[in-house]
């Protein structure tokens, strides 16, 4: 069993920058490869970044490619999304999920733990 719980949310104007991060328990995190989603109002969620185990692949929604970075520090236990040149259609609900296995996914239901979520709002 994973926890998982995000922060580093908040309100920004557009341009502007925020570094997510994501704690999770237990000491198997090196073993999940893990992902960042995203939910509008009145949308789906969907697919932001994701990064396998050791850290070295990642892949990202074209989205956010060149603007978002995932990275994660196992010894802390933590993975982090950087948000640069941020725009009002980054605003969500963002959040990390950790999945069982090897390969990185980039499906909701390819990921079996979830955190509560982080609010980020963008302003132009």
């Known amino acids: 069993q994973v926890q998982l719980v995000e922060s580093g949310g908040g309100s920004v104007q557009a341009g502007g920058s925020l570094r997510l991060s994501c704690v999770a328990s237990g000491r198997t995190f090196g073993n999940y490869p893990l992902g960042w989603f995203r939910q509008a109002p009145g949308k789906e969620r969907e697919f932001v970044a994701a990064i396998s185990r050791s850290g070295i692949r990642t892949t990202y929604a074209d989205s956010v490619s060149g603007r978002f970075t995932i990275s994660r520090a196992n010894a802390k236990n933590t993975v982090y999304l950087q948000m640069n040149s941020l725009k009002p259609e980054d605003t969500a609900v963002y959040y990390c999920?950790?999945?069982?296995?090897?390969?990185?996914?980039?499906?909701?239901?390819?990921?079996?733990?979830w955190g509560q979520g982080t609010q980020v709002t963008v302003s132009s």
């Open positions: 999920a950790a999945r069982v296995g090897s390969a990185l996914g980039v499906r909701q239901y390819e990921y079996d733990y």
